[in-house]
């Protein structure tokens, strides 16, 4: 059976411009990583049987999105004005596979380094915390208004 994964090459992560009514698309970005968690709320009782916790879920988080990219002025600048804002932004990853997969998410970008080594490239790392659910599309993404 031949496999369905797709390579990463070709991803597309972009910043949603209010003033223009167009997705921006953020340059040179080298990876993304996400993980949702869910918090879970221990109900362990004197009554619990069996010598094992309890537990019960809690609320969801969308969590942080992680990338590393090669900088570039444009979109270091972009994205440090969205870590001097107090308002949350909305961003999308289109990802290259057959059915154009996206996920948009509202979030704040809480962290951005810079890293200047003495012979390799320099690189901006952006971490944007996601606030609320992220939602996931077929054939990318909605166009926001």
Known sequence: MASNAVAGIGTIIR??????????ALAEIISVDN?????????TH???TGGYSEKIPGLRDAGTLQAPMNFTRDTYDLMNADFESETAQNYDITLPDVENSSFEF?????SLGL??????KITANVTITITGQMT?????????T
């Open 46 to 48: 004197l009554g619990s």
């Open 106 to 110: 509202e979030g704040y970008v809480s």
């Open 136 to 144: 996931v599309n077929s054939g990318a993404s909605s166009g926001l």
């Open 15 to 24: 910043r949603w411009n209010t003033t223009t009514s167009e997705w921006v």
């Open 115 to 120: 890293g200047i080594p003495t012979d390799d």
């Open 35 to 43: 993980e949702k968690t869910r918090n879970m709320i221990d109900v």
